[in-house]
């Protein structure tokens, strides 16, 4: 009887065993969204029944997904499905369904769409399974065999940036693309593009690599630099040339050139570290971003955000449905209280010495100049810069790259009345005392080899007061002053004048500062500071 009795438990068991083994629907349907949320084409297509499969290859199933998903510049995909809330037992006749959402960002914005998601029941000679019917309906719910995806770029206008009165400093106009169209050179070709080379600033190895590109054919005009619109002695040069053509475009013109340049500063394309950094605001890697100047500080309110235009295209090229659209929004125009005319005059003046220089409203305290001096031509990076030129720039002296005015500078002499003011409100300068200096130097016991050395004209007499100081700008009175006001006190006092003090001002200024740490770390520093050749940031 115990025997018997095992034996019918054991039974249910084997048929409790059998029926946990059947095939579950669900588990096909969860397995294909997950791949598909992962975009793992390959893993999706295994999931396919073999009726699906002889309509697509495996490749080609690949390849079609991630072609449209690149096309459409796909993000953040989503994807859910509805899950049966009760077990169901399916007969292998039976094609289950089951309803799905999609959702992406794209081009266009959001795009969603709702389908759904059939199986069928398939016997192998190991194991059977469910698998997934598929077709191009379950790319986008309105595709059919034929169609294709079509996916538009609509590029937003980057705002301006506009002078005082309105002038233009950075505006959206046009140059002049010159490109060579190769039969109509030959014969000519070293003589064409060493002249070429010349007047674009760029070299004949440059234009022979555009040249040697797959796709250019005989009869191909293949852009080679470009131009201002304004420079008609560069456009009759180039005219000249046999086998030169030109093409206006779109481009962003600074109608101030070098006297604007580090104020306003460039867009350029965007490099692979910025699109890095900007993947979650929008940017792609044909986009344009501000690189230098107001260009880059006001970036968000000039760039503006671009549309587009996801559709299904039928096999006659006929828009068939809009699956995502979204219109183009324009950056906003920037008003400064720069005055180009000032601007220019001031630049005009410095006539190329390397300095800096700014105008202010004395009443309103306005800006109406920052002006960089030895300075570059910002059109020169918009219309295409060559790595030698822009090598050129980086080496030529003055430094015509480099911002004078937002930068911080050792002050030198200039910072001696500073070291006055602090020294007469704590009590460590007297005006009327006089202090004896002897010789052209100064140095003290643990100074080593180090000095400190008057200036010629400041050794005219071994009694120096405050005012002798100051009229024959004497380093060493004022080295010996501040070593009597102190280290810690002169820091202290110094934030009086705005040191260290962040400028509530839009556009980067360095703050200014004493000395690059919290404290004097040596009586020399302390005495070079005193007459303003300390180690400044």
Excluded at 7 to 34: A, K, R
Excluded at 105 to 133: K, R
Excluded at 400 to 422: D, E, M, Q, W
Aim: glycine residues 8%; hydrophobic residues 30%; contains cysteine.
């Amino acid at each position: 009887m115990k025997y018997f009795k095992g034996c019918i438990l054991i039974s249910s068991f084997i048929v409790l065993m059998g029926c946990s083994d059947q095939p579950d629907p669900e588990n096909t349907v969860e397995d294909y969204m997950e791949a598909w949320e992962n975009e793992d084409f390959g893993e999706m297509y295994e999931l396919l029944s073999e009726e699906s499969k002889k309509q697509i290859s495996q490749e080609d199933f690949e390849e079609r997904y991630t072609a449209i998903y690149d096309g459409i510049e796909m993000n953040n995909l989503s994807i859910t499905y509805e899950s049966s809330e009760e077990e169901q037992d399916y007969d292998k006749e039976d094609t289950p369904s089951y309803n799905y959402e999609v959702g992406m960002e794209t081009l266009a914005g959001q795009l969603d769409f709702s389908h759904t998601a059939e199986l069928v029941y398939e016997e192998g000679e190991d194991e059977s399974s469910w698998a997934m019917e598929w077709d191009p309906s379950m790319i986008f719910a309105g595709m059919e065999e034929g169609d294709t995806i079509s996916a538009e770029s609509i590029a937003a206008e980057r705002g301006e940036i506009l002078d005082v009165n309105g002038e233009p400093l950075a505006e959206n106009g046009s140059m002049q693309q010159v490109g060579l169209v190769p039969e109509r050179v030959e014969g000519e070709e070293d003589e064409v593009k060493e002249k070429l080379a010349e007047i674009l600033n760029t070299s004949v190895e440059y234009i022979d690599s555009q040249l040697d590109q797959a796709w250019v054919q005989s009869s191909s005009f293949v852009p080679v630099g470009s131009v201002a619109n304004s420079d008609e002695e560069k456009i009759a040069d180039i005219k000249e040339l046999s086998g030169t053509q030109f093409q206006e475009t779109d481009a962003r013109v600074y109608p101030a050139g070098e006297a604007a340049a580090h104020i306003i500063g460039y867009v350029d394309d965007i490099s692979g570290e910025q699109l890095e950094e900007k993947s979650e605001e929008g940017y792609t890697a044909h986009d344009q971003i501000g690189q230098t100047g107001l260009e880059s500080v006001l970036e968000d309110q000039l760039r503006g955000k671009a549309g587009g235009k996801v559709t299904i295209v039928n096999e006659n090229d006929e828009e068939k449905e809009i699956l995502a659209e979204r219109e183009p929004t324009n950056g906003k125009d920037v008003e400064l209280t720069i005055d180009r005319e000032v601007q220019e005059a001031i630049y005009g003046e410095m006539d190329g010495e390397s300095g800096s220089s700014a105008a202010l409203d004395p009443k309103t305290g306005e800006v109406k100049a920052l002006v960089s001096s030895p300075a570059y031509d910002p059109n020169e990076f918009i219309l295409g810069i060559s790595g030698e030129r822009r090598n050129e720039l980086q080496e030529q002296e003055g430094a015509p790259l480099r911002n004078k005015f937002s930068s911080t500078y050792s002050p030198g002499s200039t910072f001696k009345p500073i070291t006055a003011a602090i020294g007469l409100e704590t009590g460590d300068i007297d005006p009327g005392s006089e202090m004896t200096i002897e010789g052209k130097s100064y140095t003290k016991d643990g100074w080593g080899n180090y000095s400190v050395s008057r200036v010629e004209g400041a050794n005219v007499d071994n009694s120096v007061n405050l005012r002798d100081a100051l009229v024959r700008s004497d380093n060493i009175y004022f080295a010996r002053s501040i070593m009597e006001i102190g280290g810690e006190t002169f820091l202290e006092e110094s934030k009086k004048f705005g040191f260290a003090e962040d400028l509530p001002f839009s556009y980067p200024i360095s703050a200014s500062q004493i000395i690059n740490e919290e404290e004097f770390d040596s009586e020399p520093l302390l005495a070079d500071t005193g007459y303003g050749q300390g180690r400044y940031k």
